[in-house]
């Protein structure tokens, strides 16, 4: 399956599916930090993922990065970056404590980014699994640190074999108070993409 080949049909169905996907992922997110979580509308992207930066707002702006790949029936990648000082918050959120703005991560703080992106990506899954009557698992997380182009680079050298273009299924979550701001990035490979579309039932649209 070619991604530069998907049509309206399959894109519709890839952003509703995700939809469902990601509503799971925001229902766990909001028990974490006892506040309800929303979501945007998820976008498919086609696109090359080296162009992720500057949906973030830069490729200096400092992010947290939380990676994982996806394992089972279906392969491919999930990404998570939030903004340094959103991370932060979430941080103090979660480690019940005052505000700070430290500069190196602890590794407690990476513990517990870590621990995020793990109930994100599970409930994610568990969620996509179900519907596509498939077992899909996330691999133990990696968090990066950095600027979001060396986050994106990181991921990059993963999917140098798939090629330039990727599918991403973008979804931007946040709290009213906008102290949670997030982007959820899966970048399926592409003969997953044909197994997943296949189990949707829009393959050839």
């Excluded at 946040?174 to 039932?201: A, C, N, R, T, Y």
Aim: a negative charge.
């Amino acid at each position: 399956m070619r991604i530069a080949n998907l049509n309206e049909a399959q894109i519709d169905a890839l952003r509703e599916v995700s939809n469902i996907g990601m509503g799971h992922a925001a229902t766990a997110l909001s028990q974490l930090l006892g506040k309800t979580v929303h979501l945007q509308v998820p976008q498919v992207l086609i696109t090359d993922i080296s162009k992720v930066p500057e949906l973030l707002g830069g490729a200096e702006k400092m992010v947290v990065g939380i990676y994982l790949q996806v394992l089972g029936s279906a392969r491919g990648n999930i990404l998570m970056i939030f903004p340094r000082e959103n991370a932060i918050r979430m941080l103090d959120k979660l480690l019940s404590r005052e505000n700070t703005r430290g500069g190196l991560l602890s590794e407690l703080e990476v513990s517990a980014l870590k621990e995020v992106g793990n109930i994100l990506a599970s409930a994610y899954l568990n969620a996509l699994g179900a519907m596509l009557k498939m077992t899909l698992i996330p691999s133990v997380p990696v968090l990066s640190f950095d600027m979001a182009g060396a986050v994106v680079d990181y991921v990059l050298v993963d999917l140098a074999e798939v090629g330039d273009l990727s599918l991403m299924v973008e979804t931007e979550f946040f709290e009213d108070e906008e102290q949670v701001k997030g982007h959820f990035f899966l970048l399926p490979d592409p003969p997953s993409l044909q197994i997943i579309l296949e189990s949707i039932g829009v393959l050839h649209g």
